[in-house]
């Protein structure tokens, strides 16, 4: 069902990428001084509302996902465990996927350091 909704998906991808943006018009390029360093540590905590753009992803996605589960779990072609692990194997890419692109346009618009292990450990972080 993930692939017969592409509007579904642009959504879903967009939420992030705006969240991303709307970030970067707030702090683009702050200064090297003590009003910047402040400003990228509000940065890093209003990465922390990106839970809540998730849940709104789940919750836009949730009830059309739960009517085919039980339409086809109702017909006995197959069980909780296997549509548990058929949505994860869709969902947790996905996710870490739209993390990832939060992470890139957040480094290089706001200023932080463009290393790989730093933007790894913020995509780690947006995604868990």
Request: with cysteine; glycine share 6%; charged share 10%.
């Amino acid at each position: 069902n993930f692939f017969r909704q592409p509007l579904l998906i642009l959504s879903r991808l967009m939420q992030i990428v705006s969240f991303g943006i709307i970030l970067c018009l707030y702090f683009w390029r702050v200064p090297k001084n003590q009003v910047g360093v402040t400003n990228l540590m509000n940065v890093l905590w209003e990465v922390g509302a990106l839970v809540f753009v998730g849940m709104l992803n789940c919750t836009a996605a949730f009830p059309a996902e739960r009517d085919v589960f039980h339409r086809e779990r109702a017909d006995g072609r197959y069980s909780t465990l296997s549509f548990f692990s058929a949505y994860c194997t869709l969902e947790l890419p996905f996710g870490y996927v739209c993390s990832l692109f939060f992470t890139v346009i957040l480094t290089f618009a706001v200023g932080l350091r463009p290393h790989p292990k730093p933007m790894l450990l913020m995509s780690l972080a947006t995604f868990f």
